[in-house]
């Protein structure tokens, strides 16, 4: 879909922002009359809570949005859902199903920007909240709300289905940490934006540096398997890909920054290799998959340098030659996508011997960089559910992986409490 804000003049502000106003009044009190007359039960119990406990039953909370705009709703101060009052205050368009988020910080020139949009009210979701809830990366948080800005029926309620579930599966009421550095199923992970990460890989270095992404494969392999794990440990960097990740940190109370994963880094790293004057080779996958995506880097970004390119399948017998090649091609960044624990035990066995800065093992990168397999739609990682997606284009191949292995990993995290293991 064309980003309609995206062309708009100054003319037309007026119009978009009343046509989204005029959809969100519809569709916001609609949903919220629904809700209302669901939970009226849940009202009752909680003022007779209130009165039990000689409290009001109702206070007044005073927010701001990104705009620094003051308003204002009523919550319940005793019983269960005290935050359901909220849906009077949706009925009424004080507040929106979808709007202006809240909980942004915005530079000076951004707000500038959204303040064309004033009058759309402050929402209970948004686009920003939604992609960084589940890990997504944001560059341009004011565009992201200009298309919002925009939407369409179905995408208004589009929004208001991933939001609700957003928030159910990756927000709580527990205040989460942010530390650089943390445990988890005992194995050490970096707690880095994308752009950190990105940083981290192309800068000099005395020695090469190594990098790896662990997911919920990764935490059950290393259940069965100790030399992963010491392996992953002896990285340089470790970080965070996935949903699944992203739930058993909120478990030992961690915020992950950012879903850092190998494919939503390429396209970043190639830029900063470009404006750097770096580098890279690609070593893995099967004969031809790793040409292929030479191939289609090149034709996206025609200025960037691949000095070499090799498949993933050879014998250990032959991995001093492959070594030098790489050594030999001066090459900056190596990534390495031969599924782990193969790539990880390869990195580590290796590495002293490799000259260049930063070598990452990439997994199954080469296959969706290649065309072989398509990336999961937007919607799908927004839910944190790329995971059914690989399952759909790969049934037999990825059924024990994510049919069973994703229940066994949510009882090691929840049941186990495996997620809080230390080093």
């Given at each position: 879909m ?11 502000y007026?119009?978009v922002?009343?046509?989204y ?7 916001d ?13 849940i009202f ?23 705009l620094n ?6 919550v319940?101060?005793?019983g ?5 009052l ?5 009925w009424?368009?004080?507040v929106?199903?979808?709007?202006m988020?809240?909980?942004?910080s915005?530079?000076?020139l951004q707000?500038?920007t ?11 979701f948004d686009?920003?909240?939604l ?7 944001v560059e ?7 298309n ?9 309620l ?12 990756f ?13 988890l ?11 950190d990460a990105v ?5 000099k ?41 992203r739930?058993?940190?909120k478990k ?5 920054k950012?879903?850092?994963n ?5 396209p ?13 080779y690609?070593?893995?996958a ?6 292929q ?14 000095v ?42 290796h590495g ?13 990168l080469?296959?969706?960089y290649?065309g ?7 919607w799908m ?19 024990r ?23």
């Amino acid at each position: 879909m064309v980003n309609k804000s995206l062309q708009l003049t100054g003319e037309n502000y007026s119009r978009v922002v009343s046509e989204y106003c005029d959809l969100g009044n519809i569709i916001d009190r609609f949903l919220s009359a629904v809700a209302l007359i669901a939970v009226s039960p849940i009202f009752l119990i909680n003022i007779i809570c209130a009165k039990l406990l000689l409290k009001p039953s109702v206070k007044l909370v005073e927010s701001r949005d990104c705009l620094n705009r003051k308003f204002h709703y009523y919550v319940f101060s005793a019983g269960i859902l005290k935050r359901s009052l909220m849906l009077t205050a949706i009925w009424s368009r004080k507040v929106g199903l979808c709007g202006m988020p809240t909980h942004l910080s915005l530079t000076r020139l951004q707000k500038d920007t959204l303040r064309k949009f004033k009058h759309v009210p402050v929402g209970v979701f948004d686009l920003v909240s939604l992609k960084r809830a589940s890990g997504l990366v944001v560059e341009a948080p004011e565009l992201l709300l200009k298309n919002q800005f925009s939407h369409s029926f179905s995408q208004y309620l589009g929004l208001v289905f991933k939001g609700a579930f957003n928030k159910l599966i990756f927000r709580g009421d527990k205040v989460l940490g942010t530390p650089n550095l943390y445990s988890l199923f005992g194995l050490k992970v970096n707690n880095v934006s994308m752009k950190d990460a990105v940083s981290w890989a192309t800068d000099k270095s005395a020695v090469c540096k190594l990098g790896c992404f662990i997911n919920v494969n990764s935490i059950n392999l290393i259940s069965k398997n100790a030399q992963l794990t010491h392996d992953i440990n002896h990285c340089d960097r470790v970080f965070a890909d996935g949903s699944g990740v992203r739930l058993a940190a909120k478990k030992i109370g961690v915020a992950v920054k950012e879903n850092v994963n190998g494919t939503d880094m390429l396209p970043h790293l190639c830029q900063a290799m470009i404006k750097k004057g770096l580098s890279i080779y690609l070593l893995g996958a099967q004969e031809g998959v790793a040409v292929q995506m030479a191939n289609n880097l090149k034709a996206k970004y025609p200025t960037i340098k691949i000095v070499g390119v090799r498949n993933g399948y050879f014998s250990e017998n032959n991995a001093t030659a492959i070594v030098e090649d790489i050594n030999a091609s001066k090459a900056d960044i190596l990534l390495v996508g031969m599924g782990s624990p193969v790539q990880e035990n390869w990195l580590n066995t290796h590495g002293p011997s490799l000259k260049c800065r930063t070598a990452l093992a990439v997994g199954g990168l080469f296959d969706f960089y290649s065309g072989k397999i398509p990336r999961a739609p937007i919607w799908m990682r927004e839910l944190g559910l790329e995971w059914v997606w690989r399952l759909i284009q790969e049934p037999s191949a990825k059924f024990r992986r994510y049919v069973i292995g994703n229940p066994l990993f949510l009882f090691r995290t929840f049941v186990l409490n495996h997620a809080a293991k230390e080093l």
